[in-house]
């Protein structure tokens, strides 16, 4: 499934809007935003997936 090129545009956006160098990645059949080495954030079988704090997962799981 092809990423959907307008939100492949709007995450850009977010890491340019805070001023972050970032490295774009083709990976596990979707679209990686990698910050200081490390995953940031992607897009994985039609959706969104983000790196988060451990302490923050649970907040977050729904």
């Known amino acids: 499934m092809a990423t959907d090129p307008f939100l492949l545009d709007r995450m850009r956006s977010i890491l340019k809007a805070q001023n972050v160098d970032w490295a774009e990645k083709r990976m596990f059949g979707g679209d990686c935003f990698m910050v200081d080495d ?22 977050l799981n729904w």
């Open 38 to 59: 490390k995953m940031c954030f992607g897009t994985y079988k039609g959706g969104i997936m983000a790196r988060v704090a451990p302490e923050e997962a649970d907040e």
